[in-house]
């Protein structure tokens, strides 16, 4: 196996040279960010110069692809109108940027159907994907499997799989597996990671796996309630990571941490962790 490609979430809010700097300085060999501020609004300008440095020192420094996301408000199955179209301009405006790094990933929630039915959730996520996807865009999307609450779109390998099958240009379309999600979603990483990984397989395809969220979960297999715990401190433990890090089907995707934390100095402890279960150090 090559060099593990895992890093966490980073901010933008110093510019794109100053998260790459970060990046860096914890370790990381790939990292996500928000392609705006998280609660949505529009996006900042961007800097030519600062992205070119950025650029740079992803290069200097081997990064593999990074993880960009989409803000949580964004809703491509909204039962209101106007929350569909904020969520498809956004979304292509995002995808635009992402052409100035290209080779990267878009990661997004798919949405939460409110209470119209998953069917009428996943026939508006494919409208809105096939009216924001370009042909020869070198961004990959990434639907991001979700945990099942409330009314929650992507609570199953099935309706991921049901929403690829929607979209013309299904060749731009990934997923990125979120450890904690899968687990409250009902899906047994803890005790049968390779059995996940199989169903995965049969129902969407692993060529599909693009990206995975390490994050360990507060709550029990199925709770449907999506509660992020740090690494070993939740109820996947430090055995489901060293499965993840070391699992050959999973080799060379980018791996992001997205628990909590209170500075970059616990993603690092995090990361040199993950990278110690990857060479063989195994558990303490």
């Known amino acids: 196996m090559g060099e593990l490609l895992v890093g966490c979430h980073l901010s933008t809010s110093r510019g ?8 860096v300085s914890i370790g990381a060999t790939t990292f996500a960010f928000f392609t705006r501020n998280p609660r949505g609004g529009n996006a900042r300008e961007l800097d030519v110069g600062d992205v070119a440095a950025f650029l740079s020192t ?27 179209e904020f969520a498809r301009r956004a979304m292509r405006e995002d995808l635009e940027r992402m052409e100035l790094l290209p080779g990267n990933l878009y990661n997004f929630h798919p949405g939460s159907h409110v209470k119209q039915g998953a069917d009428e959730g996943i026939r508006l996520i494919c409208e809105g994907l096939n009216e924001v996807l370009e042909p020869g865009q070198r961004t990959c999307v990434l639907l991001e499997t979700m945990a099942g609450k409330g009314t929650e779109v992507g609570r199953s390998f099935e309706e991921l799989a049901r929403i690829i ?47 995975l969220h390490l994050n360990d979960s507060k709550n029990p297999l199925g709770s449907h309630k999506d509660r992020h715990e740090r690494i070993g401190e939740g109820t996947l433990g430090l055995e489901t990571f060293a499965a993840v890090v070391t699992e050959p089907r999973l080799a060379g995707l980018p791996m992001v941490l997205e628990t909590p934390q209170d500075g970059l100095e616990g993603w690092a402890a995090e990361i040199a962790l993950l990278r110690g279960m990857a060479s063989g150090e195994g558990v303490a």
């Open 16 to 23: 794109y040279a100053a998260m790459a700097d970060d990046a």
């Open 58 to 84: 992803c290069e200097a420094h081997g990064m593999g692809p990074l993880v960009a996301h989409a803000p949580y408000t964004y809703n491509l199955c909204s039962s209101k109108p106007e929350t569909v």
């Open 165 to 211: 099958d929607g979209v013309a240009h299904d060749e731009l379309l990934g997923v990125c597996l979120d450890t904690c999600h899968v687990a409250d979603a009902g899906y047994d990483v803890v005790g049968d990671l390779s059995g996940v990984l199989d169903e995965f397989d049969r129902v969407v395809g692993l060529e599909r796996l693009r990206a």
